[in-house]
């Protein structure tokens, strides 16, 4: 699998201290994290990657997007920086990645940092599903313009940041068309039977450092997830800033890298 990769180092002085590695969330990129990972290369002085996930920006497509499968890529990713042990971070399908490389290949991990996702299935199963089908019998010939499509977005999305978040993943053709750089086949074929729900991983655990950081304003890590949480990271600590929703590392940066810096170092 070849996964896209960014690479924050200009302000780097804790050599042989672990790298911090982030994983997006689906419909997302390596680029949503652009402005975070600059931040947290300037605060904590370590190396920071961010990457494409399979079927998402720049990265390899493909028929299969279990959790188990992408936290091997996520390995292979690794070995190929020549990275023993990482920091990892993960939003939502990222986070549910971590987790899932966490408790297989634990040993590759130096903390770990997962953004409004739990070890359960997802709260928004339905209306992801929802954009996902739209987009995906979307006609892109038919659009001239971003706005036409923002406006055809608009019957399934009625937010406007939704829908924002949605369309950074538009590019041109060749021929001056709109297409979506998702495989949004490869991700509709995934998504009842990997994406939504997290494997039974039942009898492991990672034991060394974990933050869960939930949005106050989302029910992701509602208090019922709790005892799963716990159950796979013994040594979790779970925290929710105030006034934020899903993308809490988006809506409210600042208080998001306070807590995540301070946790790395």
């Given at each position: 699998m070849n996964l896209q990769y960014d690479v924050y180092s200009a302000e780097v002085m804790n050599m042989d201290k672990p790298a911090v590695v982030v994983c997006h969330g689906l419909f997302g990129s390596k680029t949503n994290w652009q402005s975070l990972c600059k931040q947290m290369n300037k605060v904590t002085g370590r190396k920071v990657i961010a990457y494409d996930a399979v079927n998402h920006g720049r990265s390899s497509h493909h028929h299969s997007m279990s959790y188990e499968d992408m936290a091997k890529d996520l390995v292979t990713l690794l070995d190929q920086l020549e990275i023993d042990k990482a920091i990892t971070i993960g939003h939502s399908m990222g986070g549910k990645t971590v987790m899932a490389n966490a408790l297989l290949h634990g040993d590759r991990v130096d903390k770990l940092v997962v953004v409004d996702a739990a070890p359960s299935l997802s709260k928004s199963m339905g209306e992801v599903k929802v954009y996902l089908d739209y987009m995906l019998h979307m006609d892109m010939t038919a659009f001239t313009s971003r706005k036409q499509i923002d406006e055809q977005l608009e019957n399934v999305a009625k937010s406007t940041s939704l829908r924002q978040f949605l369309m950074t993943n538009l590019m041109k053709t060749k021929d001056g068309s709109f297409a979506w750089r998702l495989n949004l086949q490869g991700?509709?074929?995934?998504?009842?039977?990997?994406?939504?729900?997290?494997?039974?991983?039942?009898?492991?655990?990672?034991?060394?450092?974990?933050?869960?950081?939930?949005?106050?304003?989302?029910?992701?890590?509602?208090?019922?997830?709790?005892?799963?949480?716990?159950?796979?990271?013994?040594?979790?600590?779970?925290?929710?800033?105030?006034?934020?929703?899903?993308w809490v590392h988006a809506e409210k940066p600042k208080e998001f890298l306070q807590l995540v810096n301070s946790f790395i170092q």
């Open positions: 991700i509709s074929a995934s998504y009842f039977e990997h994406i939504h729900e997290f494997p039974q991983l039942d009898g492991l655990a990672y034991a060394s450092d974990t933050l869960f950081i939930g949005g106050g304003k989302s029910n992701y890590i509602s208090e019922q997830e709790h005892d799963g949480i716990y159950q796979y990271f013994p040594s979790a600590t779970i925290q929710h800033i105030p006034g934020a929703g899903h």
